[in-house]
């Protein structure tokens, strides 16, 4: 049953971003949807609602309409989307333009910000980085194949506390980490 498949995503998703850095598997999804791996479709399916609004990067017709569908949310602009889909094949330069236009919230409404869904190639092989701050006891480690330009951006666009942009890592193997404003990243050469 689908209600039961993504009450359980939405557990790992939570699970994910509370202890950011912590890799969390995820099962496999029930709506193909062509250009996104299906995890990051039942991740999509598991957050996207009629109450909340979304875009994709490198955006297709055919996705926007099964994300429609699937999900009873709407399509919008970049710059109002409360949720931002970037598929992995998605170019550096376009993800690093379109995160300089995503909304990071105002200080009375922090909340009001972009959860930007991003599918990686890997989350177990790639750049090394070690992530600080809360629901991380210390430090902890994670290997990803996102471009260190683009955690960059992400750290100029978080510098404001607590206004920013929070990150959900999907990789093709169903593995999700979450990456909260809140998450100071370090690359480690």
């Known amino acids: 049953m689908a209600f039961h498949h993504t009450q359980k995503a939405f557990r790992t998703i939570l699970d994910a971003l509370s202890f ?37 990067i490198e955006e297709e ?23 931002v889909i970037i598929p992995q094949e998605t170019s550096i330069e376009r993800i690093i333009n ?14 009001k910000s972009a959860t930007i869904i991003f599918e990686v190639d890997s989350l177990l092989n790639g750049y090394y980085y070690e992530l600080t701050g809360p629901g991380i006891k210390i430090k902890t480690e994670l290997n990803c194949t996102i471009h260190p330009e ?22 093709s193997r169903g593995n999700v980490v979450g990456i909260p404003r809140t998450t100071q990243i370090t ?3």
């Open 20 to 56: 950011p850095g912590k890799i969390n598997q995820l099962d496999e999804g029930e709506i193909d949807m062509e250009s996104f791996n299906s995890k990051t479709a039942l991740v999509c399916e598991t957050l996207l609602d009629s109450e909340v609004t979304f875009h994709v």
């Open 150 to 171: 683009i955690i960059e951006k992400r750290r100029e666009i978080n510098v404001e506390y607590p206004l920013g942009i929070d990150f959900i890592l999907i990789d």
């Open 187 to 189: 690359e480690v050469m």
């Open 98 to 111: 379109s995160l300089s236009l995503v909304k990071i919230g105002n200080l009375a409404n922090p909340h």
């Open 61 to 83: 017709q055919s996705i926007t309409h099964i994300l429609r569908a699937f999900t009873g949310s709407h399509l919008t602009d970049l710059n109002k989307a409360d949720y």
